[in-house]
């Protein structure tokens, strides 16, 4: 097994330092946050041993980084920081990686393409930890987690019992998974990739990914792209048009962009020739929520200390890093919402997880 030596990737995720129950720097959003107590188990024996004794009522946080954490959580906040990376199998074509929860998702990303294996280099610079990822099924640029998940192991909380899970076990949609629908009841703790040895697998058709690959490939003397010149791409387009976590809290889009019928979308085009569409099947559109925000004069504003930011209204920022609260969250989002709704009649949906004083996960107790 590898272990790949910590980088400064992740502030919020320092194992050297003991963890308090003060959670509020361990989310991206630096929400005040204090927890009944927190629980870190760096191997599968230690989460074994913890939960023969624990009740089923935990609220598993990683990376911090999709999440809106309240004030007062009260409930043990279980944080699964196992490391590791083992080659499974390999053939001519393609090799199976386990990794642990706890490594970081972004070091895996650049370590994997570092030994030539390929399939992650487009969900590089995502935050949090490997274990989450399949929550969510990140995605980026073209690519899901879904696409190189050969399986995963998870332990199921309420009944105490392991599970080895096939990406058809996890039902992936699109920032969806079982384990969305079913919070806190599966901890995962490792995830088995399947990833490409051939290096001719390049997806840079999102964007301008492709020019600044092909730059990048340019500026090393090469003429075709390579999986690291998409990677590198990537994380200088990304590092462009997001705030980081580091310099001012946020975590990530904030809302989803919402799906409508094409009939209310061509008769907002009449109105707004601008607006930004994406066809889907079954005569419906997906409307890109930035755009709404930004036309419905919010971008750069909100209700402070949580403002979108200037340069991507998708995103919330935290001026108030480690003092506001949920509270505050919730007062800039009804905000936003009802302004998008007023002028669009398109209702905005959050994407980050909204978790309740008891570790519930869901609605807004504030709005
Ligand atoms: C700047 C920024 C950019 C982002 N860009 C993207 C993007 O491009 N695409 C994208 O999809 N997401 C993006 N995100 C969202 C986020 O990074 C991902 O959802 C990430 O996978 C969350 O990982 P985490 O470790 O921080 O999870 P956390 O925030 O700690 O947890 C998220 C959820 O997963 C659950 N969970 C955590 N770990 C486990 C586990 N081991 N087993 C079971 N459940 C668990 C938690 O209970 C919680 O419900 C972005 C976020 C930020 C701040």
Known sequence: MTSMPRTDTDVYHNTSQPLSSDLSHANTMALSCTANEVVTVTDEAQLDKFMSTADDTVFVLSGGSNVLLPARLNITVLRPLMRGITVLDQTLEHIDIEVMAGENWHDLVVYTVAQGWYGLENLALIPGLTGAAPVQNIGAYGVQLEDTLHS????????????QLSPSDCQF?????????????????????R????ENRVLASYGDVKSIAQEHAKQQGRLGLTPSDVMHAIIDIRSQKLPDPKQLPNCGSYFQNPIISQAQFLALQ??????KGYPLPEARVKVAAGWLIEQAGLKGSGVAPIMTHIHQAL????????????????????????????KFAITLNREPVWVNMDGSIGQDSYV
């Open 152 to 163: 995963l192991k998870a332990y199921h909380i309420p009944t105490k019992t392991w599970h």
């Open 173 to 193: 949609g699109y920032r969806d998974s079982i384990f969305k629908h079913a919070p806190n009841t599966w901890l995962i703790t490792r995830v088995t990739f």
């Open 195 to 198: 990833l490409h040895l051939d």
């Open 270 to 275: 009449t109105t707004y020739p601008d607006i």
């Open 315 to 342: 995103v919330l920022t935290n001026h108030a890093p480690f003092t506001a609260t949920q509270s505050d969250v919730a007062l800039a989002q009804a905000h936003i919402i009802s302004s998008v709704y007023d």
